[in-house]
């Protein structure tokens, strides 16, 4: 009997004991707990001020290089003046003509971490909005109006965005007086030598010369996602892909991802006023970006013509296709303006081209306008590679009527250079996809006119 009260008392005293401890641990977490919150708190309003005053420390704001997604989109340069009272000034070269200067509002907002927002209207919502044009509506550039706080480097501010944490950080570094005076109009300036106008040629290649020797890569801009894609033979005669998005200077473009091809890396191109290129040189290479009198290559595809294909169309009427050139549209405009110094009828660019010879061994070109079918006629060979047409006369009565008007669109087609010719697989357009096998035909005398149009 005393040996079980012995062993009873034991156990009552190691729950006694137990008990105690539990207790005793119980309050130690309870007090390390409200401590941790309590430096939670402390250090979040300290990261709150210590960003408050970085962003008014800035005599002349803050500029804030933008990708939203550098795997899909070039760079936006955003300056920005904060101020006391939560209001932000900014300005942009997101878009041409939106260099304005406005005023919203911003908040430092505290959660698990410190936050920037910017909660009003600004040029940095211009990259989350939905509404855009063509490949971006619905979704825009997939910015975001908030960014968590991460700290300093040096004098810098380092952010990341809300809407992609694993994306790469986003740097704050101090404006300058000059820069709200000259970056966003230069940006924009730079912009439009890249950009196709009416002018341009079609043709844009990166040629790069290293050891005496030049390796051409046609590539494609697309000025709305600023962002270049780019397919060729480099110069041990291997198929390569590139693309990479670029970020406007005053002085020309800086490339994200560097561009590295044939051994070079690239990460920038200055612009060359008096050439109208961008250009990069380094080390006994010099790599020119920009519009090109000819194509990398000259495609064999010319052939067809005459042989699968006999029929060539083009009607606005089907839609628009950037395949066409802003320079076919200027022809157009040109043709319009001669029909209007003596008659009332107009030219909207539809033409059909008959390309096996009649029985007088022509080939016939049609131009509706207002409704009327003029007829031209030309002689027609195929050499080196591209489609010639030599102009005989009119081929009907229409045709001797309008011959004096439509010289812009009979220089085209009987480009002295001949044309460059291309299949475009299946025809395709803003307004009508057809199953017809759609081509392009380009003036090698003035490459700047491309027509994009369908076989039937």
Known sequence: MKNIKRLQNSIFNIAII????LFAFSCQDEEEEQLFEGNVTERLSNREQELKSALLEAENGWKMLYFTDAAKYGGFTILMDFKADNTVTMTSDIAT???????SEYEIKLGNTV???????????????????????????????????YGRDGEDIVFKSVRDVEAEKIIFTKATKKDWNEIVADN???AQHLEQGPDDSVFTNLIITKDNKQTIYP?????????????????????IDKSFGVVYTPEGLNLYPALELDGVVMDSFQYD?????FVYTSGGVTAVLGFSDQPASVSDDVYDIGKIFDGFGYNPGWGSNPLTSPGYYQLVDQVNTNLATATEYTFEGRVELYTVPNDEGYVTLYANISG??????????????????????????NGSFFEPFVGPLLNFFGSSEGLYYTSEGSFKSSGSNYSNSACTFTSAESPNIRLYGLWF
């Open 372 to 397: 009327f079918w003029g007829a031209f006629n030309f002689t027609s060979k195929i050499e080196d590679n591209k489609y010639y047409l030599e102009y005989v006369g009119p081929g009907n009565g």
């Open 273 to 277: 006023e008096q050439e109208d290129q």
């Open 188 to 190: 924009l300036a730079i």
């Open 97 to 103: 003509g939106t260099a304005d200067v406005m005023t």
């Open 219 to 239: 590539y494609e801009f697309n000025s709305l996602l600023r962002y270049v894609t780019m397919s060729g033979m480099n110069s041990e005669e291997v198929i």
């Open 18 to 21: 137990s008990f105690l401890l």
């Open 115 to 149: 936050k920037l927002s910017f909660v009003t209207k600004n040029h940095i919502h211009r990259l989350q909005d939905n509404v855009n044009p063509g490949a971006l509506y619905g979704t825009g550039y997939q910015g975001s109006g908030e960014f968590y706080y």
